[in-house]
């Protein structure tokens, strides 16, 4: 059986559910450190986590703690185990000896990072992987075996002594397996050893699969790492622009809202219960988490070396001063300080970036309580979000490597056509608020300052946030922007497609040319990452 995937509401948009900070920088490399993890038979000893030279990404680790997400997920914590903060220190509680370098040349993957592992039972393995930001994640070789894998079903490694596993036997557990087996291929490595990697859509049981092939094949298990786990029962993806989406519920004689339901009926297979449920508990996730400083206390939240609490700035200027913004904007303001605040064990949910889904939900929030719209008619703007936001991937990907628009611009078309949808719009208008929206961030480069204490980020997101209400305004007065939001977003592709590199995103691009931002590379390298690049355990030294 093949496999249909395509970009979804829960995977890719509202996803992954996750402790705070950038979903490719952080979840994405945690997903990462967890694959690397179960390509060992035991648990790992010593690690070497290392970067293409030309990638230039040692000039950035650390700015947005892809360190810790690639030491946390090597000890195999979650996408929201708050025990990623401090992946350093439990690693070397642990005795895991680990480095941070670059190969000597780059590979045929950019954007990878390579792992050499060695584990406690002297085992060793590799893995070349990327995030490819959102949290999605995408594997190419597996101790040197070509395998491409996106973690979105159970993967299965099987080798036996440099032998081939017999096709009888593969074919017999295709047939046990049933529906959950979904593919299954012959890999080789270079030196000429032979393996099998198949895909389940349920977990099996390592006893099963020993008993099936046999005391002498090696199996390893690599755990699904997304929500929604690719099944055989998986439909064609239901529509690819608006008006699809329109024509749709037009068909079906259903609303605009439904047919966005259907579609993820169609990619997970989940009940309309299921759905709206995880819905409500991104809502649940994501209100907590914009009144996280109101809750905490402006003067208990603590300052780190990477990120000061700018929202305790806010608050005081709000209640010493006679703010310049209307109500609207001051309210989504405190909220989307909070959501900036990063603050440990506060769960998020990206849309489409990291803190993405706290910014877009304050927009919607503010705009619910300061117009009285039902808590229902949120849930519903933001299954619009997810419907605009599965689009985005649709069409480009929708991460900082097309420059900043496909972040904050896509956060802001997103919460800009679930802002039109709360106060009356249709299909169209949302199509046209979000148009305006993606128009408005189109060029951008995505150059988060190394060390530059979420800058220039905050001022872009906070933005987006801000100006949602100002687009769905728009869209409901009337106005037509022209070109359809798939259009927009096929001209990001486009202009994607024909720069430089890292002339849209990168520690090199943008802002970062400035001297203040060299001084800011200078302290992330030297004072924040300075004793995090290396650590040798005391036993790996005496056993020398």
Known sequence: MGKIFYPDFFNDV?????????????AGTSRV???????????????????NPGDHHMLNLGNMMDDRGYLGGLQDFATDDVRLFSAHELAREKKISYEFGELEADNAYPGSVHFELTGTGGDTASLTAKSVGGGMVATYEISGFPIHW??????????????????????????????AFLTSE????KDGASAAFL???????????????????????????????????RKPQLFKTVEEWRRVAEQRGISFVQAAIEYEKDFSGWTDETIWQYFENIADILNHQIHALETIG?????DTPMLPIYGRQWNTYMQNHQTLSDPITRHILVHAFSTNAKLPGVRIVPGPMGTGGGYLFSALDAVREARGFSHRKMIEGLVVAAGLGALAYTHTNATGEVGCVGESGVCCAMASGAVTWMAGGDGKQVEHAASMALQANLGIPCDPIPGGLEFPCITRTIRAAVTAPLYADLALSGIDPLVPYHEVLGAIEKNFRS??????????????????????????????MGDKIKFEAEETKAGR
């Open 199 to 233: 895909e389940l859509s349920e977990n099996p049981e390592p006893g099963e699969l020993l008993r099936h092939f046999g005391p002498g094949t090696q199996v390893r298990v690599f755990p699904a790492l997304l929500p929604v786990v690719t099944n055989a029962k």
């Open 186 to 189: 012959r890999i080789a490595r």
């Open 298 to 302: 402006y003067d208990n939240a603590k």
């Open 499 to 528: 720069s430089r590199p890292g002339e849209l995103c990168g520690p090199l691009c943008g802002i970062n040319c400035t001297p203040t931002a060299g001084r800011c590379k200078a302290f992330l390298q030297n004072e924040v």
């Open 14 to 26: 509202f996803g992954p559910i996750m402790q705070p900070g950038s979903s490719g920088s952080f």
């Open 150 to 179: 996106r973690a979105d079903t159970f993967g299965v490694l099987l080798q036996n002594a440099g032998q081939d596993i017999p096709e009888e036997q593969l074919r017999g557990f295709e047939q046990s397996a049933g529906e």
């Open 33 to 51: 450190g967890r694959i690397a993890r179960h390509t060992l038979l035991s648990e790992p000893k010593r690690v070497r986590i290392l970067f």
